[in-house]
């Protein structure tokens, strides 16, 4: 049987040639491979609901999944074709690694921005297939060929192959793709260039953040007040971060204003600053859930800026363009209103992380991210909500995104052991209402009454606030759910909604032992 070998060679060589195509996309200093640009087209055509259920099904590991994924559809399709219909001919596996390059060259094509150079991964990684599918089919001997053959053919006959034979083209075939592979680990100097420039960044005015004093209640295994920049969440359509060179960063300014604007990163940097604790939350946050996190932010207010470009009084929103093309459209007064809506530079003291949108993101208190928080943002067109939509809108999301009242349990974890303080059990948690401000948490435990919980110190209405309450209760299990109540006198709704179209709702309660 040669079908084992044949579906080996296949699978080798397909993988070898996504790793060339890696090793040129890293090399020219271009966006994506061939595989990243299939994995982004899928994470940005999805239905709504869709992707809503992927998101709460894998949270964070969702990019490096697709990738994998695209790998293994890849490697399986040629590998098929390798060994499946046809094999006695290379016409199949020839004619499959056409159109899995006709994809990925498609898929290219589809992002923003001219696709010239970066069509080299492709032609580079089916140029490999090409090249390299028929010695390894001509090498993989017969089923009855032995290891070494009794005398060498004719003068003039090619000598059958050999297992042997075989195997020393496999050896060289992965390491050739392994080559590649840690060679695109190293290849171009794009991103170490950007991560330089990030470092050595003199950010003027910007200061280290200081927690409030009584704003974190220290409380053993609550998430900590102040968010760490690196265990703050990231949600974007972006597999790779793009790596936006400073120097040559500019934001446009146009559309429905009288004076169209175009800043470099100097011209932002050189007017006041602003600095603020500010709670930012994603619209795929379930009842409960870990996408949200508070951090101190440091930019440049928009509102004197659009004030400046001079907005036609007809106007009603503002949509944001990212490097990549991604895109999300604003409610005007969000951006004008006293809230402290920035151009952010600065993150917990430090310039932006390449991964949190470097060198310039947007930040609006009081609005989901995907309405909102453009991160590696380059265009600001002045619109009308009638004239424009932004990415997730079409895919059935609701328009304008303000953020809910909210809480959660924090402590214990659901169905673990509760801590003590004494003889009393610990229950402390977390709630926002960003751009209104939390007056009050309440906790209900095993179906009792509602008991007021003790609030931390609240620096302001733009960040989330830590509650506890202590209870004496028996040993055995018990439940807990909680509430909160906004500064304007509205009470957290116990109505259970998912996160689409408009953010969940619902109280969130867990199950405790107590020993």
């Known amino acids: 049987m040669t079908r084992a070998p044949r579906a080996l060679a296949g699978a080798l060589v397909a993988l070898t040639g996504l790793a060339v195509a890696q090793l040129v996309t890293r090399a020219t200093g271009t966006r994506d491979s061939p595989v990243e640009a299939v994995a982004t087209w899928i994470i940005q055509h999805p239905p709504g609901a869709l992707t809503e259920h992927l998101i709460k099904a894998v949270q964070r590991a969702d990019k490096p999944l697709l990738i ?34 006709g994809i990925g060259a498609l898929a290219i094509a589809a992002q923003p921005g001219a696709a ?12 490999t297939w ?89 409380i053993a295994d609550q998430p900590r007040w102040l968010t760490p920049t690196g265990e703050f969440y990231r949600i974007d359509t972006a597999l790779l971060p793009p790596a936006l060179e400073p ?83 604003t409610p005007l007064d969000a951006l004008t209103d ?23 993101r947007m930040i609006v208190p009081g609005l989901y991210g995907y309405v909102s928080a453009t991160k590696w943002l380059v265009d600001l067109k002045v619109t009308r909500f009638d004239d424009d939509e932004g990415y997730w809108t079409p895919l059935g999301w609701s328009a304008r995104g303000p953020i809910k009242l909210g809480s959660r349990i924090d402590v214990p974890e659901y169905g673990g052991p509760a801590k003590l303080d004494g003889e009393a059990v610990v229950i402390a948690g977390t709630a926002w209402h960003q751009h209104t401000g939390v007056s009050a948490v309440e906790v209900s435990v095993d179906g009792g009454a509602w008991t007021r919980a003790e609030l931390a ?50 109280w969130h309660h867990i199950t405790f032992e107590v020993a």
Not at 120 to 126: D, P, R
Not at 154 to 171: C, D, K, N, S, Y
Not at 344 to 356: F, I, Q, S
Request: with cysteine; proline share 6%; hydrophobic share 45%.
């Open 116 to 127: 010239g150079a970066r069509m080299l991964s492709v032609v580079a990684g089916l140029a």
């Open 457 to 506: 110190a609240d620096p302001g209405i733009d960040s989330w606030v830590q509650w506890r309450l202590t209870a004496k209760l028996d040993s055995g299990d018990h439940q807990a759910r909680v509430r909160a109540i906004g500064a304007d006198g509205e009470v957290q709704t116990g109505a259970q909604a998912e996160p689409a179209p408009d953010g969940a709702t619902g």
């Open 338 to 360: 006293d809230r402290n809506a920035m151009l952010a530079v600065a993150m917990n003291g430090a310039a932006l992380p390449v991964e949190h949108g470097f060198p310039v």
């Open 130 to 218: 090409l090249l390299l599918l028929p010695p390894m089919v001509r090498a993989i001997p017969a089923a009855t060929s032995p290891d070494s053959p009794r005398g060498r053919a004719p003068l003039g006959v090619r000598e059958a192959p050999t297992r042997r034979g075989f195997l020393v083209r496999v050896g060289l075939v992965a390491a050739l793709g392994g080559v590649a592979l840690v060679l695109s680990r190293y290849a171009g100097s794009g991103r170490r260039r950007v991560e330089q420039a990030r470092a050595a960044l003199r950010l003027t005015g910007v200061t280290k953040p200081v927690v409030p004093a009584g704003a974190d209640l220290g």
């Open 68 to 101: 994998g994924g695209t790998v293994l559809v890849v490697t399986l399709v040629l590998a098929w074709l390798t060994a499946g219909p046809g094999r006695r001919s290379i016409a199949w596996p020839m004619l499959g690694s056409g159109v899995l390059a």
């Open 247 to 329: 120097d040559t960063w500019r934001l446009r300014i146009h559309g429905m204003v009288d004076r169209p604007l175009e800043l470099t990163l100097q011209d932002l940097l050189e007017r006041e600053l602003t600095e603020d604790w500010l709670t930012l939350m994603c619209v795929s946050n379930t009842v409960g859930g870990d996408l949200i996190g508070n951090a101190w932010w440091s930019g440049v207010r928009i509102a004197p800026l659009l004030a400046e470009a001079g907005v036609h009084a007809d106007a009603d929103g503002v949509l944001q363009t990212s490097s990549d093309g991604w895109t999300c459209l």
